[in-house]
């Protein structure tokens, strides 16, 4: 049984929507290199199979972290492990009906959930308490495995919103929010017939000291083709130090309130970033 201090309560204001277009959830730990041989991932396989029955392998992939060190550039960095032997490969298990899924790697570990014909968004609070069940066995995996705890250095949260657009219609949500290429007494004013939007969110302890960086919000938008229908793709990424805020808490507690609170803060980017006609649709109640 998961500990009730596990337990999610949603924001009193966090708005709320029946019908979100959203098409990719992930909630991912990056840690140090774990000593984990290939064959060790056997036993993984036999916890996970009843859940996960479809196995594949993949290279693994180098981390993307958010660099908040003082006096550096501020943004992204990738990281590759330097390590005596070959990486383990990145093995994903997935579920029968290809909806959900668990990815580990030698210094990394996911749960994602995408939709299917028939599978609907769940919403974060069913995402969640799957992750913790999933997260919980896999530390216990380590532990029996490795002799240790996995040592978490930066959490993520991420959500992909795929938002079709019919014939006839603007191809983006955002289109009423963001200005005209120009303007002119004589001119006729142009259709925005695209818009592609980037923006990057930093915060902030809030320590008497004056604080430090701990999480970075990622809001990425573009228009997309698919299956000859064009859209808008909307991506938000909550990445960080999920044990900044709260030095002497390390354990799952804390680390689950870095995710809720990545959580409302894409729920609010998203909101944020679209129009009111586009939330009518998607029924916001919230």
Known sequence: MVDQT??????????????????????????KQLELRAVDLGRLRELLRDRYPEVEERAPAPLQM???????????????????????????FTSADRSSLVQVQGDRFACAWRRTDGVD?????SLREVFVQNVVSFNNFVEETCGADIKVSQAEISYVNEIPTPDGVRPDALGSAVPLPY?????????VS?????????????DAGGGVDYARLHIEAEPVAADHESGLRLSLLYRGEPYERDRHSPGLAPLMGFFDEGHDQIVRGFAANTTEEAHQLWGRIA
């Open 6 to 31: 596990l337990s999610y309560t949603r924001t009193a204001d966090l708005p709320l929507f029946e019908r979100p277009p959203v098409r990719e959830v992930s909630m991912a730990l990056q840690f």
């Open 121 to 125: 968004y769940p919403q974060y609070s």
């Open 194 to 206: 695209a818009v592609s939007v980037s923006q990057r969110i930093t915060f902030r302890t809030r």
């Open 183 to 191: 303007s002119g007494k004589n001119l006729v004013q142009p259709e």
């Open 66 to 92: 958010e660099n908040f060190a003082r006096g550096h550039r501020l943004g992204m960095q990738f990281q590759f492990a330097l390590m005596e032997r070959p990486p383990i490969p990145m093995v994903i």
